[in-house]
Every structure is written in structure tokens, then in C-alpha cells.
Nanobody, 125 residues
Framework: VQLQASGGGLVQAGGSLRLACAAS????????MGWFRQAPGKEREFVAA????????YYADSVKGRFTISRDNAKNTVYLQMNSLEPEDTAAYYC???????????????????WGQGTQVTVSS
């Protein structure tokens, strides 16, 4: 599956952005999806994940209550709605896909089979 992330940009603290990750090549509903981010000089970290059906979601503590992951299997797209953005959210954001036959979520990088290119999010103070 090929993944294409979009929606990044420059926003002031307190603002919002919605990232999208469009998938092509395989049946999107067979994949659990995740978002990760990597700030300059830091390791890539987990942000949010959603099961293949969309029935289960999970968030990093740092974004819980501010970010929402969702998916539209008819459009082969997963979204990350980011509200109340903080300068600490500045990073390149990556979407990832995990082929699975069960509706669970995955939190670790090594679990994922496919990665999209990053989309840059910059939050100014």
C-alpha cells in the first residue's frame, strides 16, 4: 500500500490543523493505521492509532484530549484532527499502515508495514 500524507503547515499556538493520509494499492479496510511524529534532534514517537474498522483508537498522553484520529474506509483515508496546538507539537508527522485481520490498534513503530512521507507541522508561539 502507498501512503500520501498532507495537511501540514504553519499555525499559531492554540490553532488547529487536520492531517490526512490517503492510501492506495490495497484494501484500506484491512489495515490498522497510525500517526507518528519526529521533531528535530528527537526520535520518532507514537501519536495516535486506529483499528481497521475505526472502532478502537488510542492516543499518546501528550496529545490526548487535543488530537482525534479517524478514518473513512470508503475514501481510503485516515485523518488526524489537531486542536489546541502547542509549540511542542512541531514535528514532521508520518502515517503508517499495518496489515491485520483483527480490529486492534498498534502503538510501536516496528509493528507497521508501510510508511508515508512526512508532512511538516510547525506551531509558532
Amino acid at each position: 500500500v502507498q501512503l500520501q500524507a498532507s495537511g501540514g503547515g504553519l499555525v499559531q499556538a492554540g490553532g488547529s490543523l487536520r492531517l490526512a493520509c490517503a492510501a492506495s494499492g490495497r484494501t484500506f479496510g484491512n489495515y490498522a493505521m497510525g500517526w507518528f511524529r519526529q521533531a528535530p534532534g528527537k526520535e520518532r514517537e507514537f501519536v495516535a492509532a486506529i483499528s481497521r474498522s475505526g472502532s478502537r483508537t488510542y492516543y499518546a498522553d501528550s496529545v490526548k484530549g487535543r488530537f482525534t484520529i479517524s478514518r473513512d474506509n470508503a475514501k481510503n483515508t485516515v485523518y488526524l484532527q489537531m486542536n489546541s496546538l502547542e509549540p511542542e507539537d512541531t514535528a514532521a508527522y508520518y502515517c503508517a499502515a499495518k496489515s491485520t485481520s483483527i480490529s486492534i490498534i498498534y502503538q510501536t513503530e516496528i509493528s507497521y508495514d508501510y510508511w508515508g512521507q512526512g508532512t511538516q507541522v510547525t506551531v509558532s508561539s
